[in-house]
């Protein structure tokens, strides 16, 4: 499929969704509507993750994937995370200004002057987030040389404080606020970290669908919650589905910008999807990489290999609980990542949903 081809519109409403860690409701529903008709079992366990089971299926006109009285079929295991990092309100004032606590890891230099939403049980609320001290034009020096913690930040709703206090409740999710949108070859969003791993377990399954050529194993796309705080769901997920193989589906850094060591990039946008060969939660199956990279070869899909020095991925839960499976992981390369201007290449996007489809079709 060419580029042009690829579903954005559905990119564009996952990634404009609002779904904090523990807080992921919105995301699962839109998932569940997209995903009519891909999957013969749908079903949300008791942390919140949507588990999606798609049982063998016969090449068009063939007699059947699974023969009566054959072995169970191999268990394929596609986890990719629902949540963003965000914050959950933990105190509002007297004067109505809203403190938060962080879910997940942000530098504390990109919050400044953001537009954020607070998504309160009584409705949607904008407001706009800055550090508490002194405005430019009365800022000291030292002021100025200042990073502040999160705890520093304030919301303000603009509206008076007990306004506030009953509308907003501790808590409530927070996300910051900022459309979508396509800039050349590359689409630009809050969230795709990780909502791109959501868009490749619905993509790379229709692609699947619509080849026509049928698939041996048994397909199971969990659509995980609380990766960025530990990678809490894709735990109890993969002990629910015992996969044989685990392809754990994420996001990575593209530093291909100036101010980064060449050796330092991870990977480079444009030149494919990553081959995630390790991070510091897992090291993933060599001849499962290797194997990736010979279909990638053979169906010219470009990919490149990466390594993450710090960070983790809910591929290496899959690896590791239970008796464990072979997993490795698929990411597509993102600039300016866990800020509101993060940017994929569309390429890669093609390449990674390309190289799954096609891999789901020779396991088993």
């Not at 377990?201 to 048994?218: M, N, P, T, W, Y």
């Amino acid at each position: 499929m060419p580029a042009s081809s690829l579903n954005v519109d559905l990119l564009k409403r996952l990634c404009e969704t609002a779904g904090v860690p523990g807080r992921e409701t919105r995301v699962r529903d839109l998932i569940r509507k997209e995903i009519k008709g891909l999957f013969d079992d749908v079903r949300e366990d008791a942390m919140g993750n949507l588990l999606c089971t798609r049982n063998p299926r016969p090449a068009k006109g063939g007699d059947g994937a699974k023969k009566k009285g054959s072995k169970e079929p191999v268990r394929v295991m596609l986890p990719c995370h629902m949540d963003e990092i965000g914050f959950l309100v933990r105190h509002i004032d007297d004067k109505g200004f809203v403190r938060v606590n962080a879910v997940g890891g942000f530098d504390t230099r990109n919050l400044f002057s953001r537009r954020v939403l607070v998504c309160a049980r009584s409705g949607d609320l904008h407001g706009v987030m800055n550090p508490g001290g002194r405005p430019i034009h009365i800022a000291t020096e030292e002021d100025k040389k200042k990073i502040p913690e999160v705890k520093e930040f304030m919301i303000d709703l603009g509206l008076d404080p007990d306004e506030v206090k009953k509308k907003i409740a501790i808590g409530d999710m927070v996300v910051l606020h900022e459309p979508f949108m396509e800039i050349g070859h590359k689409v630009v969003s809050k969230a795709l970290d990780n909502r791109v791993a959501c868009w490749l377990g619905i993509e790379s399954v229709r692609a699947l669908d619509k080849s026509g050529k049928g698939h041996a194993c048994e397909v199971h796309v969990a659509f995980t919650v609380q990766e960025e705080v530990g990678l809490r769901g894709a735990k109890t997920a993969a002990a629910a589905i015992k996969p044989h193989f685990a392809i754990g589906l994420d996001v990575t850094l593209s530093c291909d910008t100036p101010g980064v060591p060449e050796d330092e990039a991870v990977t480079i946008q444009g030149k494919g999807a990553g081959l995630h060969v390790m991070d510091s939660s897992f090291i993933s199956d060599a001849e499962l990489i290797d194997d990736l990279e010979a279909l990638a070869k053979k169906h010219k899909i470009p990919v490149q290999r990466t390594i993450l020095a710090r960070g983790g991925q809910d591929g290496a839960a899959a690896q590791q609980i239970g008796e464990g499976c072979r997993a490795a992981g698929v990411v597509v390369g993102t600039r300016y990542i866990h800020t509101v201007t993060e940017m994929v290449d569309k390429r890669d996007l093609e390449a990674a949903r390309d190289l799954l489809a096609a891999w789901m079709e020779t396991v088993g």
